[in-house]
């Protein structure tokens, strides 16, 4: 079993930041793909960014240029820097986890960006 615990949502207004950590615990070893989902009221779960073991990266189109994602093996924690943050970004954020052909998901957290 992997567990994720994520924190750093919250309000903002549009054009500000946050930054979210998704710290994973549990049978952590061999977690090949980390990443966040978010989810805005009425539309589908949308995949916004991951990171792989291999380090590679990805980021649906709407993020590019403005988030980061980037993972700390040590904290064993993965981290979504949202920059110039836009109304379309509200949504709850989910991290999760892929190992051994299982996805394992977080909580999720609330980001608001009022215009």
């Known amino acids: 079993q992997v567990h994720l615990v994520e924190s750093g949502g919250g309000l903002v207004q549009a054009g500000g930041s946050l930054r979210l950590s998704c710290a994973a615990s549990?049978?952590?070893?061999?977690?090949?793909?980390m990443g966040w989902y978010r989810q805005a009221p009425g539309k589908q779960r949308e995949l916004v960014a991951t990171?792989?073991?291999?380090?590679?990266?990805n980021y649906v189109d709407s993020v590019k240029g403005r988030f980061t994602i980037s993972r700390d093996n040590a904290k064993n924690t993965v981290y979504l820097q949202m920059n110039d943050l836009k109304p379309n970004d509200t949504a709850v954020y989910c991290c999760?986890?892929?190992?051994?052909?299982?996805?394992?998901w977080g909580q999720g957290t609330q980001v608001t960006v009022s215009s």
């Open positions: 549990g049978s952590i070893f061999s977690i090949n793909v």
């Open positions: 990171y792989t073991n291999g380090g590679t990266i």
């Open positions: 999760y986890a892929h190992r051994g052909g299982v996805v394992y």
